[in-house]
T-cell receptor, first 112, second 115 residues
Framework: DAKTTQPNSMESNEEEPVHLPCNHS???????IHWYRQLPSQGPEYVIH???SNVNNRMASLAIAEDRKSSTLILHRATLRDAAVYYC?????????????FGPGTRLSVLP | DTGVSQNPRHKITKRGQNVTFRCDPI?????LYWYRQTLGQGPEFLTY????????KSRLLSDRFSAERPKGSFSTLEIQRTEQGDSAMYLC?????????????FGPGTRLTVT
């Protein structure tokens, strides 16, 4: 799986939008972009995924650059519960059933 | 609560002892994964089952580690002759895996401390 790079940490104020960036310059055409997050003392949980088009769900939005070399996870109104480590992961659609390769992720702090 | 349970949640053992962890996946999920996570790092893949067949093992999984998934239901991960370097959080995840399983459901993990 191709490698991703994310900032080590970010801070946000409560109720403000948060943009979490991810660079994946070596992404291949069949790589899906996944985001997971891990709250303190819990296992990771799925947030969102996409291939080429921007995606929205109840948790977040995923904005994918036109060249797909970067993406941004958008939390529209951060809450204290959103404080977590956010992982951006690439996964080849042709390798379904394979494991996720997690990096160190971005630690998001939300200030009240 | 994702529906994936792991037991025990915490385990403290002395170096050289054997330990076994259990994972109960979501009942209809045919794929089961084990990961290991050390402090400040993301989870690292250990092994993967589809039903009862162990299809992939990471190079991280030394011969002291063994995993089973009898009858394709729950899974166990055993570590023999534990070492201090085995101290970590051990995470289990499951997925339905009918086609491209974009979502894995993780359990809360078992934290192992080897003294």
């Amino acid at each position: 799986d191709a490698k991703t790079t994310q900032p080590n940490s970010m801070e946000s104020n409560e109720e403000e939008p948060v943009h979490l960036p991810c660079n994946h310059s070596t992404i291949s055409g069949t790589d899906y972009i996944h985001w997971y997050r891990q709250l303190p003392s819990q296992g990771p949980e799925y947030v969102i995924h996409g291939l080429t088009s921007n995606v929205n769900n109840r948790m977040a939005s995923l904005a994918i650059a036109e060249d797909r070399k970067s993406s941004t996870l958008i939390l529209h109104r951060a809450t204290l519960r959103d404080a977590a480590v956010y992982y951006c992961i690439l996964r080849d659609a042709d390798n379904y059933g394979q494991n996720f390769v997690f990096g160190p992720g971005t630690r998001l702090s939300v200030l009240p | 609560d994702t529906g994936v349970s792991q037991n025990p949640r915490h385990k403290i053992t002395k170096r050289g002892q054997n330990v076994t962890f259990r994972c109960d996946p979501i009942s209809e999920h045919n794929r089961l994964y084990w990961y290991r996570q050390t402090l400040g790092q993301g989870p690292e893949f250990l092994t993967y089952f589809q039903n009862e067949a162990q299809l992939e093992k990471s190079r991280l999984l030394s011969d002291r580690f063994s995993a089973e998934r009898p009858k394709g239901s729950f899974s166990t991960l055993e570590i023999q002759r534990t070492e201090q370097g085995d101290s970590a959080m051990y995470l289990c995840a499951s997925s339905s895996g009918t086609t491209f399983d974009y979502e894995q459901y993780f359990g809360p993990g078992t934290r192992l401390t080897v003294t």
